[in-house]
């Protein structure tokens, strides 16, 4: 968990340091043609939230914790 905190905060800064409401509009190449770089982005997003879900699931059916990685759980209350 420290891991994904450590990587998070990095992008984080990296984002307030370079991305612009200018650059959010520009295209960029993907693997599914031009995006828009702010519609590339929230497709990441949604993606990894998918994947979260798709985590906690697993882990409930298996009896195990799931752990605040994102943000508080119903087990780390």
Known sequence: MQAY???AEDVKREVE???T???MVESVETFA???PRGA???SLIDHQTHHRG???VLLRQ???PVPGVM???KEGH
Do not use: F, N
């Open 33 to 35: 043609g031009k995006l």
């Open 62 to 64: 298996a009896g195990l």
């Open 54 to 56: 798709q985590m906690t």
């Open 21 to 23: 409401d200018e650059k």
């Open 17 to 19: 340091k370079h991305l």
């Open 40 to 42: 590339m982005l929230r």
């Open 5 to 7: 905190t450590r990587v």
């Open 71 to 73: 943000g508080p759980t």
